[in-house]
Nanobody, 129 residues
Framework: VQLVESGGGLVQAGGSLRLSCVTS????????VAWFRQRPEKEREGVSY????????FYAHGMKGRFTITSDHAKSTVYLQMTDLKPDDTGTYYC???????????????????????WGQGTQVTIGS
């Protein structure tokens, strides 16, 4: 199983970035995928989640409207479109997956790291002021 993030970089406040999480080694159509981030000196936190049928989507408080999660099943890839970026969005962004063949997808606990079995290495996002 492999998850590879890309798309991070340095942008100015108000700018946009699209992160990609390319997955392999598991059946994408029965997986739930989430984006997490770890900001400097803060704990890792859930950003957004999308389940295998794209019908269940969650966002952390304050991110809906600025961030949009989507998936491309043909490419086994999940995207995180981020707009109106702020310096406080600076951090390392990770994607994580959970196998839904033996369980129901995360719901109210989607933002808990323990819900996911596989993780990528992260991509750095830096927002200049």
């Amino acid at each position: 199983v492999q998850l590879v993030e890309s798309g991070g970089g340095l942008v100015q406040a108000g700018g946009s970035l699209r992160l990609s999480c390319v997955t392999s080694g598991f059946i994408f159509d029965v997986a739930g995928v989430a984006w997490f981030r770890q900001r400097p000196e803060k704990e890792r936190e859930g950003v957004s989640y999308i389940n295998n049928n794209d019908e269940t989507i969650f966002y952390a408080h304050g991110m809906k409207g600025r961030f949009t999660i989507t998936s491309d099943h043909a490419k086994s890839t999940v995207y995180l479109q981020m707009t109106d970026l702020k310096p406080d969005d600076t951090g390392t962004y990770y994607c994580a997956s959970t196998d839904l063949t033996q369980r129901r997808g995360p719901s109210s606990d989607w933002y808990e790291s323990r819900e996911y079995e596989h993780w990528g290495q992260g991509t750095q996002v830096t927002i200049g002021s």
